[in-house]
């Protein structure tokens, strides 16, 4: 089953990785047959990936959270099926060049790290708690990809008058980088809250500073402040477009810098 999981994870990345370039060939040419062919890869690279997920849970007995392997599996995944569901929602696949990616480096990045299953260390065997918190991230990461691609767009599109003509219009743009904050927001905060309890489990206390902690707390702020920009001072457009970047920066911060440069509580979270 543990090989299954891993046929399932290769097939999933060669899949993602061919549609990675035919999203990218689309939004150069806009040519109609590789945005099809794009869309149809994204899908087939998400049941396979789902495939990895299921079969990596039935041979651990637990969520695939243990190790980096598994995260980049889980939040690659994860962004890929809001992508799709986006994508279908909106018939929008240019915004696939910027998102789809950011799904196979994750995937890339995992291929790189020990995939073997792992027990679970004392401080994660909370399974529940883990489960819940790791799957508000997954959501919540998933959506801040959807916006750091629009925002990108955005400001290409901006920079050039709205004449870009393989990319939508610059206010359609900010208003999905908007709306995909607005899903992003809850989850973030529900995931701290979530780690809270479960440090207090883990480690007797609520909040402590750990590197991941302060750093998750930080990446939360920039997108409260991103909100708070746009309904309290009216932002609109580059800035707040910026602020989603910078965002997304941090929110990519938290999840490799913390775990493989900053010694902290999260440590069990490292390559091994």
């Given at each position: 089953m ?6 399932f ?10 549609a990675t370039?035919l999203?990218?060939?689309y939004?150069?040419t ?9 869309t ?5 690279a ?7 997920v299921?079969?990596?849970?039935i041979?651990?007995?637990r969520?695939?959270?243990a ?8 939040f690659g995944?994860?962004?890929l099926?809001?992508y799709?569901?986006?994508?279908r929602?909106?018939?929008l696949?240019?915004i696939g060049?910027?998102?789809?990616p ?7 990045y995992a ?7 792992q027990?679970?260390v ?7 708690l883990?489960t819940i918190?790791v799957?508000?991230a ?7 990809a ?8 955005y400001?290409?599109q901006?920079s050039h008058?709205n004449?870009v ?6 206010d359609f ?11 992003a927001?809850?989850f973030f905060?529900?995931?701290i809250?979530i780690g809270?309890?479960?440090a207090?489990i883990?480690w007797?206390?609520?909040?402590g500073w ?5 750093t998750s707390l ?7 402040g991103?909100l ?5 001072a009216?932002?609109r457009?580059?800035?707040t477009a910026?602020?989603?970047?910078v965002g ?9 810098g913390?775990n ?6 999260h440590?069990y979270a490292?390559?091994?």
């Amino acid at each position: 089953m543990e090989k299954m999981s891993l046929y399932f994870f290769t097939a999933g990345f060669i899949t993602v990785a061919l549609a990675t370039v035919l999203y990218l060939w689309y939004a150069w040419t806009r040519q109609g047959d590789a945005g099809r062919f794009a869309t149809i890869f994204a899908w087939m690279a998400a049941a396979l990936l789902t495939g990895s997920v299921i079969t990596r849970i039935i041979v651990a007995q637990r969520g695939p959270f243990a190790n980096m392997y598994e995260f980049s599996l889980s939040f690659g995944w994860g962004i890929l099926v809001a992508y799709v569901v986006i994508e279908r929602k909106y018939k929008l696949r240019t915004i696939g060049a910027f998102v789809v990616p950011v799904s196979l480096l994750l995937l890339l990045y995992a291929l790189t790290v020990p995939s073997a299953v792992q027990p679970l260390v004392p401080a994660l065997q909370n399974n529940l708690l883990l489960t819940i918190h790791v799957s508000l991230a997954i959501v919540a990461y998933a959506m801040v990809a959807v916006a750091f691609g629009s925002a990108v767009m955005y400001l290409i599109q901006s920079s050039h008058n709205n004449r870009v003509t393989t990319l939508p219009p610059a206010d359609f743009l900010d208003a999905m980088g908007y709306r995909a904050v607005l899903i992003a927001f809850p989850f973030f905060f529900l995931m701290i809250v979530i780690g809270a309890l479960w440090a207090d489990i883990a480690w007797g206390r609520y909040w402590g500073w750990d590197p991941k902690e302060t750093t998750s707390l930080v990446t939360w702020l920039i997108y409260a402040g991103y909100l708070h920009a746009r309904a309290v001072a009216g932002w609109r457009g580059k800035a707040t477009a910026i602020l989603l970047i910078v965002g997304f920066v941090a929110t990519m911060f938290t999840y490799f810098g913390v775990n493989l440069f900053l010694s902290g509580l999260h440590s069990y979270a490292g390559t091994g």
